[in-house]
């Protein structure tokens, strides 16, 4: 029978307290981190990385007693940092979709483990009211057929853009980032260069921002984007068309250099945490850890959004996703491991 003043949440913590008092399993040791080495991460920018990065540090240091930093840094620097040993984890790697993450996987300089985010998807999205209109706002409809990147072409007037008003404004990722150039290789591919401004944000803020002030004005805008995020699940957005996922098609995407790339939706996502081999193979326990490592995706989604709402940080929001979910982490790590970190949120 449960304690009338506990929640089933205080039940987990409790339980996981409880497992105090059993001796530690030799496995559950980081050997990594008891030998005095940092644990250093790719401080990636956007949100749901951000989060995935601060909850895995929270999980090392007061799980497993690891000393952590975030190293800040565009995908491609902290991918090649990571086949060079600066960095041991990137949080959220997308498995295929970076050049240089190819070479340093098939050179065994990396290695991806676990899924720590399964059912996420990615592509090139308007908002809805462009395509159905919004009569609570009282919008029009102001592209009823558009469908797919294939009608992009003539309809440059509705997206114009701004310094360059004969070409519409397509919203790329920032500059360094993976999805920037497999964007900037689709644009080629769907031969929308002369009649598309490729827009880079500096920031991902900036992407976000960009992107919300759009919405909020009921202007519209074509932009690339992905869940799990808070914006997708806060605003309405139809993805358009694109040609069916093509391995060959999608590497030419992939490389940033190839000349004459074909295009290809994005294949299934598969995200896992990148590590390097140095750390993949000096540290059971904790690779272990991220081996099962998982936040359901409409909790990672309903916590990106609070934490957007909110304007909190990512390490703020990771302490109280904590708190809130033990039924979530107590599956990715041993008793004794879940006792100490269960002590350090109480």
């Known amino acids: 029978m449960t304690h009338p003043k506990r929640s089933p949440r205080a039940w987990l913590l409790a339980l996981?307290?409880?497992?105090?008092?059993?001796?530690?399993?030799?496995?559950?040791?980081?050997?990594?981190?008891?030998?005095?080495?940092?644990?250093?991460?790719?401080?990636?920018?956007?949100?749901s990385g951000a989060l995935l990065t601060e909850l895995m540090r929270r999980v090392m240091e007061a799980g497993y007693g690891c000393q952590t930093d975030a190293i800040p840094g565009n995908t491609v620097t902290m991918e090649a940092a990571l086949a060079t040993n600066d960095i041991q984890v990137l949080a959220e790697e997308w498995i295929g979709r970076s050049q240089a993450?190819?070479?340093?996987?098939?050179?065994?300089?990396?290695?991806?483990v676990g899924q720590v985010i399964v059912g996420a998807s990615e592509g090139w999205y308007v908002p809805d009211y462009v395509?159905?209109?919004?009569?609570?706002?009282?919008?029009?409809?102001?592209?009823?057929?558009?469908?797919?990147?294939?009608d992009l072409p003539r309809l440059r007037e509705l997206f114009k853009d701004e310094e360059e008003p004969s070409k519409g404004r397509f919203l790329?990722?920032?500059?360094?980032?993976?999805?920037?150039?497999?964007?900037?290789?689709?644009?080629?591919?769907?031969?929308?260069?002369?009649?598309?401004?490729?827009?880079?944000?500096?920031?991902?803020?900036?992407?976000?921002?960009?992107?919300?002030?759009?919405?909020?004005?009921?202007?519209?805008?074509?932009?690339?984007?992905?869940?799990?995020?808070?914006?997708m699940g806060k605003y309405r957005f139809t993805q358009l068309q694109e040609p069916a996922y093509n391995e060959a098609c999608f590497k030419t995407l992939a490389d940033k250099d190839h000349?004459?790339?074909?295009?290809?939706?994005?294949?299934?996502?598969?995200?896992?945490?990148?590590?390097?081999?140095?750390?993949?193979?000096?540290?059971?326990?904790?690779?272990?850890?991220?081996?099962?490592?998982?936040?359901?995706?409409?909790?990672?989604?309903?916590a990106l959004a609070e934490m957007a709402d909110k304007k909190r940080d990512a390490r703020?929001?990771?302490?109280?996703?904590?708190?809130?979910?033990?039924?979530?982490?107590?599956?990715?790590?041993?008793?004794?491991?879940?006792?100490r970190l269960a002590a350090s949120l109480r």
């Not at 395509?131 to 469908?147: F, T, V, W």
């Not at 900037?184 to 960009?210: C, E, H, I, S, W």
């Not at 919300?212 to 690339?224: D, H, L, N």
């Not at 809130?324 to 879940?338: F, R, S, Y």
């Open 172 to 231: 790329n990722c920032p500059t360094g980032w993976t999805c920037e150039g497999v964007n900037t290789q689709k644009l080629m591919a769907y031969r929308l260069t002369d009649a598309f401004v490729n827009f880079r944000p500096g920031t991902g803020a900036a992407l976000d921002a960009t992107i919300v002030s759009a919405v909020q004005r009921g202007k519209p805008i074509v932009f690339y984007y992905w869940t799990p995020t808070g914006l």
């Open 316 to 339: 703020a929001q990771a302490t109280l996703f904590l708190k809130a979910h033990p039924e979530v982490w107590t599956a990715w790590v041993p008793q004794d491991v879940a006792a």
């Open 259 to 302: 000349k004459s790339p074909c295009g290809s939706a994005a294949p299934a996502a598969l995200i896992r945490a990148g590590v390097s081999r140095a750390f993949h193979d000096g540290d059971p326990a904790l690779i272990a850890m991220l081996g099962k490592f998982n936040v359901p995706l409409p909790l990672l989604n309903a």
């Open 131 to 150: 395509i159905h209109g919004d009569a609570q706002r009282g919008i029009r409809p102001m592209a009823p057929q558009l469908k797919s990147v294939a």
């Open 16 to 47: 996981a307290l409880a497992a105090w008092v059993l001796p530690a399993p030799a496995q559950t040791t980081s050997a990594w981190c008891a030998g005095g080495k940092p644990v250093r991460f790719a401080g990636i920018s956007w949100e």
């Open 101 to 112: 993450w190819n070479e340093a996987a098939k050179a065994g300089k990396v290695i991806g």
